[in-house]
Each structure stands twice: as C-alpha cells, then as structure tokens.
C-alpha cells in the first residue's frame, strides 16, 4: 500500500482502540521498552504524546529512564511548522511543558543541546514496514532530524501496531528506523 492509504488506515485504526485496549496495549509496550538495555545511551531523545491523536504516552517511560539510568539525560524538541524542522532540549523533572499550537507539549526555558550529541532516539510514528519505514503525519520531521543527526544514532519508534509488509512509495529522503517497540514484540530491522 502507499503512505496516503497506510496513514488514513492507521489514524483511524488507533483512534478506533477504545480505553481499555489502550490501557492494556500501553502496558505492554512499557514492558518492551524496559527491557531494552539502554545503559550506553546518554543523550535519549523522546517524543512526547499528542493526547488527541492517542499517541502511545512516553511520559511513564521517561520517569523510569530517570530512576533507573540516572545518567541518561532526556532530549524533547521544540516543532517549527514553517520549517518543519526540530530543535533539542534536555528534558528533567523541573522542566516546565506548555503544549503548542497542535498539542504537542513543548519545554520552557530549556537548554537546547545539539542534535550530534544524541545517541538514540524514540519517534512517533503511525505504523512502519518490515524494512523499518515509517509513516508519520507527513511534514517529514523526523527524516530531517535523522538526516541532521550523528551517522551512529539508534533509531527506533513505538507503535501500537505490527509492521506491514512494504510500503510502495518510499522517498529517497526516507530514513528507516533500526527497532520498533510493540505491544508484545520488538522488532530489529
Ligand atoms: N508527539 C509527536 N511529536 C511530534 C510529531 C509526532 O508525530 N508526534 N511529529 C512527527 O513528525 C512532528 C510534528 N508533526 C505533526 C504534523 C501534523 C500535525 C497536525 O496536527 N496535522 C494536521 C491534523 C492531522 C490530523 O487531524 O490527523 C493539521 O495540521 O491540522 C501535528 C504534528 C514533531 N513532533
Ligand atoms: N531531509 C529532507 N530534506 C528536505 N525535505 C525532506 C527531507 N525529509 C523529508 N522531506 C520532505 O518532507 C515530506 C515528508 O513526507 P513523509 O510522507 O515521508 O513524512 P513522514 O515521515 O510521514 O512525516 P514525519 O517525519 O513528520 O513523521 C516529503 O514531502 C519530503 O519531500
């Protein structure tokens, strides 16, 4: 199938999960996630939910990275929707979020840091294919940010849902992701 398609069948697939699918499928991806050994990682940039989208919410993942790798630091973005472009921040207990204009919960008065420090990074995404690409809402973010970043960074995405087969219409700016946490299983491509 191609991106169009996938992305409508995917948006309307996860809002179809009712509370309690959510819930439980929410717990088995934080299971996954713990299970990854995340000790070399110090600079770990995650997304954070758009609630509206019932995105999977990182925020109960990210308060156990604190507790259990202390010396990993948190990087959140700030969006610019002319530019389509992300800027990095560290993430710790006292930073303060205000939600954007699209609902996306931004930090404020954050140190930014630069993207070649980070190390891994944990996108959103709406489902990826078995070669590890993914389909987001479509403003190519994060293949800008992965373009942007180190040659090592881990890069890896949550979804709710399993890979598919192929997507068709892969761009030649597509970066393919390495693992994706699901409920149930992690993939590595
Ligand atoms: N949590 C999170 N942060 C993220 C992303 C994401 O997918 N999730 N992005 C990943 O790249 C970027 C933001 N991308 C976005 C792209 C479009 C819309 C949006 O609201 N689009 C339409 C409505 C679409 C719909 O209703 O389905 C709009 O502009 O009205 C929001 C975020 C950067 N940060
Ligand atoms: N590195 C890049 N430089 C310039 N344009 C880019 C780059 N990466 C992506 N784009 C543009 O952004 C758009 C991304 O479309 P695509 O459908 O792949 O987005 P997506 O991966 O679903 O979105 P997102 O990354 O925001 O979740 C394309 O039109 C593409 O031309």
Redesign the pocket.
């Known amino acids: 199938m191609k991106k169009v398609e996938l992305r409508a069948a995917y948006?309307q697939k996860r809002n179809e999960l009712t509370n309690a699918e959510v819930a439980e499928l929410d717990q088995q991806i934080f299971r996954e996630l713990c299970a990854y050994d995340w000790s070399k990682i110090t600079y770990l940039h995650c997304?954070?939910?758009?609630a509206?989208?019932k995105?999977y919410d990182?925020m109960k993942f990210i308060h156990w990275i604190w507790e259990h790798y202390p010396h990993t630091q948190i990087v959140i973005?700030k969006?610019d929707?002319e530019t389509?472009q992300?800027k990095h921040y560290i993430f710790d207990q006292d930073t303060q979020l205000v939600p954007n204009a699209?609902?996306?919960?931004e930090p404020v008065d954050a140190i930014e840091i630069d993207t070649l420090k980070i190390e891994a990074v944990l996108?959103?995404?709406l489902v990826v294919d078995e070669f590890g690409n993914r389909i987001?809402?479509?403003?190519?973010?994060?293949d800008r940010?992965f373009a942007s970043c180190n040659f090592s960074v881990l890069r890896t995405g949550i979804s709710y849902f399993s890979p598919v087969a192929l997507i068709e219409d892969i761009g030649e700016w597509d970066v393919p992701i390495e693992l994706v946490f699901t409920p149930g299983k992690t993939y590595c491509f």
């Open positions: 948006k997304y954070l939910a758009i509206k989208f995105e990182t973005s969006s929707f389509h992300l699209w609902g996306i919960p996108a959103p995404l987001g809402y479509g403003k190519g973010f994060y940010f």
